[in-house]
């Protein structure tokens, strides 16, 4: 018999609104986790974890608490470009890390994800092969936009709390 493995699911996009937190919104709505509470995680990712990029919908009642790593940008100004990513590193036996960043630029963002991942693995005394990454940007124009990527670990319901 196999042992349960974490499905990690990796999701992009962009938004634009009114205002930034419009914008935010429309970004989270686009990724499909727009009706949950965000529970942000601190970037570790578990041994038995596949990590894997999509936009399948989760399965979920309205307001359920989802557990995440979020990497969002946002700009208002006219002309300025917003950039968010999501790195990760994976060692089977051991488990991996995320490192969220944003910035202004693609680059920007590529080179801080690559950057951080290899000192938390310098730090951890460990080789956690090739990094991995998703980013996404949003280029404003006359309305506030963000950028967002989200790793998505799991759902939990209210249902426990209601006793």
Known sequence: MSEARLRITVRTATGVGRTPISAFDDALHGAGVADFNLLTLSSVIPPRSDVVRTDAPLVSQHGDKLYCVVAAAHSELRGESAWAGLGWVYDEPLGGLFVEHHSGSKESVEELIDMSLGDMV?????????????????????????????ATYAVESWEAARG
């Open 122 to 150: 310098r730090r951890r005394g460990r080789d956690a092969g090739a990094v991995d990454r998703v980013v996404t940007g949003a280029h404003c124009t006359d309305q506030p936009v963000c950028a967002l990527v989200v």
